[in-house]
């Protein structure tokens, strides 16, 4: 079974920076891409960065020179390390496990101006 659990979101100020984690089991973790998502209030989910199993990375433009998503397959663990925040990048942020339907519980950033 697939789980993945977010954590390291928070209260920042503008300019501030945050490291997201995202632990994951029940998956051969080095065989797979991951990515990170983000749902703001009364907006859909969106997609903001994904590392292949390759360790190449993909960003959105929103986030792009501003957040670094980078993983360890000895941990089975991925990061989004957000630097420079803004108000806009307030969301509950999520993990996902490329071609896995499964999503955790999410941790919540909060941008303050």
């Known amino acids: 079974q697939v789980q993945l659990a977010e954590s390291g979101g928070g209260l920042v100020q503008a300019g501030g920076s945050l490291r997201l984690s995202c632990a994951a089991s029940?998956?051969?973790?080095?065989?797979?891409?991951m990515a990170w998502h983000r749902q703001a209030p009364g907006k859909p989910r969106e997609w903001v960065a994904t590392?292949?199993?390759?360790?190449?990375?993909a960003y959105a433009d929103s986030v792009k020179g501003r957040f670094t998503i980078s993983r360890d397959n000895a941990k089975s663990a991925v990061y989004l390390q957000m630097n420079s925040l803004k108000p806009e990048d307030t969301a509950v942020y999520y993990c996902?496990?490329?071609?896995?339907?499964?999503w955790g519980q999410g941790t919540q950033v909060t941008v303050s101006s």
């Open positions: 996902n496990a490329l071609g896995y339907s499964h």
């Open positions: 590392v292949t199993r390759g360790a190449i990375t």
């Open positions: 029940g998956i051969i973790f080095s065989n797979n891409g």
